[in-house]
């Protein structure tokens, strides 16, 4: 199974402290001496995915190079390898079930959700109230146009069709009426 640990092992940590060259030479061995307790560790929350797994030592002994300072000053050194290569191997997990994505064509049906019988609604009412739009009379049916979904104020519809602004007021609510009635009755002759 796995080599016994001596002492000049752990001490490789504290060589990372020293010139570059001789850090280099540490990261190194530290690689070949616990990699495979890196793998065995990260086995516990990866499985069947030696690539993820390779991933997360790569990052772990990154981390390591860039943090090398502080780990040859760390007593336990080995836990708080063992804990960096934790909190990465989280974090690629749950970025592979954050975008884990199963075929569609594996479901023979799906089935329906509140937003698609939502946004089912929402196109028939509309259909109704285009129809409804269209049965104004074409001034009313400008105005509230141009009232609603242009967004015009009253002023400048007066100023374009040559009425008073209390006239477009007006028009707007007759229109406003006779699109609710139109709707009543279509939606309840829809309902019965």
Request: charged share 30%.
């Given at each position: 199974?796995?080599?016994?640990l001596k ?54 002994m990154l ?60 196109k028939e ?68």
């Open positions: 199974m796995e080599e016994i002492y000049e092992d752990f001490n490789l940590f504290r060589q990372l402290g020293t010139h570059s060259g001789s850090a280099e030479a540490a990261l190194a061995a530290i690689y070949k001496v616990f990699k495979t307790t890196l793998v065995l560790y990260i086995k516990n929350y990866i499985r069947n995915n030696d690539d993820l797994i390779k991933d997360v030592i790569a990052e772990t981390v390591l190079w860039t943090q090398r300072k502080e780990a040859a000053q760390k007593e336990k050194p080995l836990s708080w390898l063992l804990t960096i290569a934790h909190h990465i191997a989280i974090d690629k997990i749950r970025a592979q079930k954050k975008y884990y994505t199963e075929p569609l064509e594996n479901h023979l049906s799906l089935p329906g959700n509140d937003y698609t019988a939502r946004e089912t609604e929402r009412l509309e259909a109704f109230f285009r129809k409804a739009v269209e049965k104004l009379p074409p001034q009313e049916r400008n105005i509230l146009l141009l009232s609603k979904i242009e967004e015009l104020p009253h002023r400048q519809i007066a100023l374009q069709f040559g009425v008073s602004v209390q006239t477009v007021k007006n028009q707007l609510n007759r229109s406003l009426k006779k699109i609710r009635r139109y709707m009543e009755d279509a939606l309840s002759s829809f309902f019965i």
